[in-house]
């Protein structure tokens, strides 16, 4: 149950000797269950690590700013929250929005953050100020399981450690915005503990946008001989409001206005997850527990039609196990893993309909009342063998079954189930001819069975109202997606050097697609063909001179249709026709990253230090969503640049940041829909604006 068997860099590739009383080494990194190094190497493909340093300095505030950094990585903000953004990587999305094809799968600890009725991942209830790193491994993640189908992100927590650390930070800044985060972690012999807690608060920069994010996060961890076990707890209780898009004469002329304001999320969440492993005579043996639950509602306040409210709660809890080792097989190195793993999660929807006024002209009305209670499981094994003259070959293969009923307790007759099944396999060859280099090559393959939500509203002739309805319409088929890859790293660690180039070639059959019919519903269609193809190129130099840090990086993407389809649209009451070729919407073809941290001042002893840093994006143009057949103008290309100087001396940290910089206006998002306001109701562009300058100033102390 893993990332996949990952090459680790060449110069870390000495054998690990294993004692049989003394636990190995042990690898993380892209890794669900740990193993060791020498088994986890091998699996080729592209990963990437975002170390705690990377997002602090930035001062990210969720996984989406975090993953921008990387190539080919382009948010935007549909919702209008900036802490609810969407994240399109190699094509492929991952958001809070229900509604989106969601083809990335993210986990917390090796356990996955998805949620049961559309796969949405809700950022603000991830503990990203808790995290020692977020790894990202790109493609499907055979190991892993399913819905991986672009890539898999992994949010591994810190634990305590000697010597003991204790931080505290206090923020504030533009649009009435203030933060305040603590932590604390040590080591004792073979126990450890460590404690997080963050509450934020912010007005927001349009109308009606105000949050309120308070996560906590602790972990207890035992290290002994044998025996390496963390029990760790996370919870949440936000409530953030939403602006949503406008049209685009409005978005140009007041970008702060909020076209229907009321509309807010609010979510509590916890997660309690038990990772452990130990040695089983030469065996590694990884066995990890968990339970999660959600109760949360999002209420939407719409011009047409009335106001609507959903109340979700879900109930999820699963493990894992698996075993790795090597043998011999004819004079070389055998690496094996082998594992199971299966979940149970329970989902309720209500949705309400709304008074106009949120309630005020007379109670809600209950118009669908849904329940599931889904059963995944899955075994899974591979291997990797040294084939000589620094080759390695890797093999893998992963079984999923899925049992996915759902019950309509308001109308019985409308209640169904759905069973998937699945062998996803995965075959890669990686070369490593020294200094620092290697080559590798794969092909794998991966699927993503339809949510709940998307089984429930696939019938074309009755279109579902948003949030979404559900009933036992046409049955949707599972996403199935294959990719060819071939890549190569160089790591100089004498240097600072880390350079990378990856080409990579996806296919997609049955993509499962929302069609907007109408403003506030649709339905789910699986589309016959689709292909996200592309380039990436990082380039890392931290070796120029002392805390002098350059990197750039490059992401060109094509996602196309390969297949003739009809498709309904709000643009046009007949539909449109989308023909092979045709760009999916909001998929830039070009992103480029680039930064640069410059050292002012070298302090040392009693002397302050001092560090200056730019960061700059570029995002291509856009076709707007509800133009898939490309027949409208694209968003605007834009670019965007954030600047910051940070002070340390002694045991304190004062930081200075300013986002935007130099005020750019742009939209990251785009749509259509028809604007009631004006006479006859006409269908517009609607766009999301992006935030303008902004500043946050921070003070923190070690103590």
Same mark, same amino acid.
């Given at each position: 149950?893993?990332?996949?068997?990952?090459?680790?860099?060449?110069?870390?590739?000495?054998?690990?000797?294993?004692?049989?009383?003394?636990?190995?080494?042990?690898?993380?990194?892209?890794?669900?269950?740990?193993?060791?190094?020498?088994i986890?190497?091998?699996?080729?493909?592209?990963? !990437?690590?975002?170390?705690?340093?990377?997002?602090?300095?930035?001062?990210?505030?969720?996984?989406?700013?975090?993953?921008?950094q990387?190539?080919?990585?382009?948010?935007?903000?549909?919702?209008?929250?900036?802490?609810?953004l969407?994240? %399109?990587?190699?094509?492929?999305?991952?958001?809070?929005?229900?509604?989106?094809?969601?083809?990335?799968?993210?986990?917390v600890?090796?356990?996955?953050?998805?949620?049961?009725?559309?796969?949405?991942?809700n950022?603000?209830?991830?503990?990203?100020?808790?995290?020692?790193?977020?790894?990202?491994?790109?493609?499907?993640?055979?190991?892993?399981?399913?819905?991986?189908?672009?890539?898999?992100?992994?949010?591994?927590?810190?634990?305590?450690?000697?010597?003991? %650390?204790? $931080?505290? $930070?206090?923020?504030?800044?533009?649009?009435?915005?203030?933060?305040? *985060?603590?932590?604390?972690?040590?080591?004792?012999?073979?126990?450890?503990?460590y404690?997080?807690?963050?509450?934020?608060?912010?007005?927001?920069?349009?109308?009606?946008?105000?949050?309120?994010?308070?996560?906590?996060?602790? *972990?207890?961890?035992?290290?002994?001989?044998?025996?390496d076990?963390?029990?760790?707890?996370?919870?949440a209780?936000?409530?953030?409001?939403?602006?949503?898009?406008l049209?685009?004469?409005?978005?140009?002329?007041?970008?702060?206005?909020?076209?229907?304001?009321?509309?807010?999320?609010?979510?509590?969440?916890?997660?309690?997850?038990l990772?452990?492993?130990?040695?089983?005579?030469?065996?590694?043996?990884? &066995?990890?527990?968990?339970?999660?639950?959600?109760?949360?509602?999002?209420?939407?306040?719409?011009?047409?039609?009335?106001?609507?409210?959903?109340?979700?709660?879900?109930?999820?809890?699963?493990?894992?196990?698996?075993?790795?080792? *090597?043998?011999?097989v004819?004079? *070389?190195?055998?690496?094996?893993?082998?594992?199971?793993?299966?979940?149970?999660?329970?989902?309720? /929807?209500?949705?309400?309909?709304?008074?106009?006024?949120?309630?005020?002209?007379g =109670?809600?009305? @209950?118009?669908?009342?849904?329940?599931?209670?889904?059963?995944?499981?899955?075994?899974?094994? #591979?291997?990797n063998?040294d084939?000589?003259?620094?080759?390695?070959?890797?093999?893998?293969?992963? +079984?999923?079954?899925?049992?996915?009923?759902?019950?309509?307790?308001?109308?019985?007759?409308?209640?169904?189930?759905?069973?998937?099944?699945?062998?996803?396999?995965?075959?890669?060859?990686?070369?490593?001819?020294?200094? #620092?280099?290697?080559?590798?090559?794969?092909?794998?393959?991966?699927?993503?069975?339809?949510?709940?939500?998307?089984?429930?509203?696939?019938?074309?002739?009755?279109?579902?109202?948003?949030?979404?309805? @559900?009933?036992?319409?046409?049955?949707?088929?599972?996403?199935?997606?294959?990719?060819?890859?071939? #890549?190569?790293?160089?790591?100089?660690?004498?240097?600072?050097?880390?350079?990378?180039?990856? /080409?990579?070639?996806?296919?997609?059959?049955?993509? &499962?697609?929302?069609?907007?019919?109408?403003?506030?519903?649709?339905?789910?269609?699986?589309?016959? !063909?689709?292909?996200?193809?592309?380039l990436?190129?990082?380039?890392?130099?931290?070796g120029?001179?002392?805390?002098?840090?350059?990197?750039?990086?490059? #992401?060109?993407?094509?996602?196309t249709?390969?297949?003739?389809?009809?498709?309904?649209?709000?643009?046009?009451?007949?539909?449109?026709?989308?023909?092979?070729?045709?760009?999916?919407?909001?998929? =830039?073809?070009?992103?480029?990253?680039?930064?640069?941290?410059?050292?002012?001042?070298?302090?040392?002893?009693?002397?302050?230090?001092?560090?200056?840093?730019?960061?700059?994006?570029?995002?291509?143009?856009?076709?707007?969503?509800?133009?898939?057949?490309?027949?409208?103008?694209?968003?605007?290309?834009?670019?965007?640049?954030?600047?910051?100087?940070?002070?340390?001396?002694?045991?304190?940290?004062?930081?200075?940041?300013?986002?935007?910089?130099f005020?750019?206006? +742009? &939209?990251?998002?785009?749509?259509?829909?028809?604007?009631?306001?004006?006479?006859?109701?006409?269908?517009?562009?609607?766009?999301?604006?992006?935030?303008?300058?902004?500043?946050?100033?921070s003070?923190?102390?070690?103590?």
């Amino acid at each position: 149950m893993l990332l996949g068997l990952l090459p680790t860099p060449v110069g870390a590739q000495r054998p690990d000797s294993i004692s049989r009383d003394t636990l190995a080494p042990v690898v993380v990194t892209g890794v669900r269950l740990p193993t060791v190094r020498e088994i986890a190497r091998g699996l080729a493909g592209r990963t !990437a690590t975002l170390n705690a340093g990377d997002l602090d300095a930035r001062g990210v505030r969720s996984l989406a700013d975090a993953l921008e950094q990387l190539p080919g990585v382009t948010t935007s903000d549909e919702l209008g929250a900036t802490g609810q953004l969407d994240v %399109s990587l190699r094509g492929f999305q991952v958001s809070p929005v229900i509604g989106l094809p969601q083809g990335v799968t993210v986990y917390v600890d090796g356990v996955r953050a998805n949620e049961p009725d559309a796969h949405e991942v809700n950022f603000d209830l991830l503990p990203l100020e808790d995290v020692e790193r977020v790894e990202v491994v790109y493609g499907p993640s055979v190991l892993l399981g399913r819905n991986a189908l672009g890539a898999a992100v992994n949010l591994v927590t810190r634990r305590g450690a000697d010597p003991p %650390s204790r $931080e505290l $930070e206090t923020s504030a800044g533009s649009f009435g915005r203030y933060e305040l *985060k603590a932590h604390a972690g040590a080591r004792h012999g073979v126990w450890d503990y460590y404690l997080g807690a963050r509450y934020e608060r912010e007005d927001g920069w349009r109308q009606e946008t105000g949050s309120r994010i308070a996560t906590l996060f602790g *972990k207890a961890g035992l290290l002994s001989g044998t025996w390496d076990a963390t029990l760790s707890y996370s919870g949440a209780d936000n409530k953030i409001f939403q602006a949503g898009s406008l049209p685009e004469s409005v978005a140009a002329a007041s970008p702060r206005v909020n076209f229907t304001g009321g509309d807010y999320f609010a979510p509590t969440a916890h997660l309690v997850i038990l990772n452990a492993q130990r040695l089983v005579r030469r065996a590694q043996l990884a &066995v990890n527990a968990f339970g999660r639950s959600l109760s949360s509602e999002q209420f939407n306040v719409n011009f047409v039609g009335e106001d609507s409210r959903q109340r979700t709660r879900t109930r999820i809890g699963g493990g894992a196990v698996q075993l790795s080792a *090597k043998l011999h097989v004819g004079g *070389k190195e055998l690496r094996w893993l082998a594992g199971a793993d299966a979940d149970y999660q329970h989902t309720a /929807v209500r949705i309400f309909a709304v008074p106009r006024g949120g309630g005020g002209g007379g =109670p809600d009305s @209950l118009t669908e009342s849904v329940r599931t209670n889904q059963l995944d499981a899955g075994a899974f094994a #591979g291997a990797n063998l040294d084939l000589g003259r620094s080759l390695t070959a890797t093999l893998a293969a992963r +079984y999923d079954w899925i049992r996915l009923p759902f019950e309509d307790l308001v109308d019985a007759t409308q209640s169904g189930l759905n069973i998937y099944r699945r062998v996803s396999p995965r075959a890669g060859l990686s070369w490593s001819p020294g200094r #620092g280099h290697e080559v590798f090559a794969s092909v794998s393959r991966g699927f993503r069975a339809p949510a709940v939500v998307e089984i429930g509203c696939s019938d074309p002739a009755a279109a579902c109202p948003l949030p979404f309805a @559900l009933g036992p319409d046409p049955a949707l088929q599972p996403v199935v997606a294959t990719t060819y890859e071939l #890549g190569w790293h160089a790591r100089r660690a004498g240097a600072g050097l880390d350079a990378s180039a990856n /080409v990579y070639r996806t296919d997609v059959r049955d993509d &499962v697609f929302f069609i907007a019919s109408a403003v506030t519903g649709g339905y789910f269609q699986n589309i016959g !063909a689709t292909r996200r193809t592309g380039l990436e190129l990082a380039l890392q130099w931290g070796g120029v001179g002392p805390g002098l840090r350059l990197y750039t990086n490059y #992401g060109y993407t094509v996602a196309t249709f390969e297949t003739t389809a009809q498709l309904a649209t709000t643009r046009d009451s007949g539909g449109e026709t989308v023909k092979p070729g045709d760009t999916l919407p909001m998929v =830039p073809g070009h992103r480029v990253n680039a930064g640069l941290v410059i050292p002012m001042l070298s302090g040392t002893g009693a002397r302050p230090s001092l560090y200056a840093a730019l960061d700059a994006r570029y995002v291509g143009r856009q076709w707007l969503r509800g133009d898939e057949a490309n027949a409208t103008r694209r968003l605007a290309d834009y670019a965007v640049a954030d600047a910051s100087v940070t002070v340390n001396w002694r045991e304190l940290e004062l930081r200075a940041m300013v986002g935007n910089v130099f005020d750019q206006r +742009y &939209v990251s998002f785009g749509t259509f829909a028809p604007n009631p306001t004006e006479a006859g109701t006409p269908v517009q562009r609607w766009v999301t604006p992006g935030l303008p300058r902004h500043l946050q100033v921070s003070l923190s102390a070690d103590f």
